[in-house]
């Protein structure tokens, strides 16, 4: 069975500077997809930023953009220019192809110092 | 685009009723819908998949006659929680995927249900 590691439960970072939140995951698949998903305060689950796995190139959206190793089965997520509205819990998931499910990690509290 | 809404955002029950939770996929149509538990700074549980028109698949520890899943259009799914007890209270959280508005590998979260049982 698949699984995602988020090894560090919190971290912190200066407003306006960058922060790299890290993902691991073990599979045996080629094909497939990973995420991160931001969980807020009001505990809204927001889609921040999606890879397909046979895509070398790493996914950016606006400040996010993601460090893709897939021969190391590392997804990072670096935020940059930390705005006070990043602080949330980040998760990152995995979605095998042909499967529907997701399988999260155990997540990342960020905070963000003003 | 790809909107997903949750009724009620907060419910409070006595012990030994049922609770209905709605979600609904606003722009788009939701071939699948899942339905996660959510304990304080915890991660999220799967509970059960649901495909419009079949029966849910539940997880494995997930009791299917005490959380009923109902999918039964594109864009509406129920979860009804019978005989709920204080053990129920949790955060339930829906999410939806499939269609063409959206990507259909991509599961798009409502804003989850506050359930306490007194």
């Known amino acids: 069975a698949q699984t995602v590691t988020q090894s560090q439960p919190e971290m912190s970072v200066q407003e306006a500077e960058t922060v790299t939140l890290s993902c691991t995951y073990d599979t045996s698949e080629s094909d497939y997809y990973l995420f991160w998903y931001k969980q807020p305060p009001s505990r809204q689950m927001i889609l921040v930023i999606r890879?397909?796995?046979?895509?070398?190139q790493n996914a950016t959206e606006n400040r996010f953009s993601v460090n893709f190793q897939k021969a190391a089965k590392s997804f990072s997520l670096k935020i940059s220019d930390s705005q006070l509205g990043d602080a949330a819990m980040y998760f990152c998931?995995?979605?095998?192809?042909?499967?529907?499910?997701?399988?999260f990690g155990q997540g990342t509290r960020l905070t963000i110092n003003p | 685009g790809a909107v997903v809404s949750q009724h009620p955002s907060r419910v409070i029950c006595k012990s030994g009723t049922s609770v209905k939770i709605e979600c609904r996929s606003l722009d788009f149509q939701a071939t699948t819908m899942f339905w996660y538990r959510q304990f304080p700074k915890q991660s999220l549980m799967l509970m059960a998949t649901?495909?419009?028109?079949?029966?849910?698949?539940?997880e494995q520890g997930v009791e299917k006659d005490k959380f009923l899943i109902n999918h039964a259009s594109l864009t509406l799914s129920t979860l009804t929680v019978t005989s709920a007890h204080p053990e129920d209270s949790s955060f339930y959280i829906c999410?939806?995927?499939?269609?063409?508005?959206?990507?259909?590998?991509?599961?798009?979260f409502g804003p989850g249900t506050r359930l306490t049982v007194l």
């Open positions: 649901s495909n419009e028109g079949s029966k849910a698949t539940y």
């Open positions: 890879q397909e796995a046979y895509k070398q």
């Open positions: 999410s939806a995927s499939g269609g063409t508005r959206t990507r259909g590998d991509t599961q798009y």
């Open positions: 998931a995995y979605r095998s192809e042909g499967a529907q499910k997701l399988v």
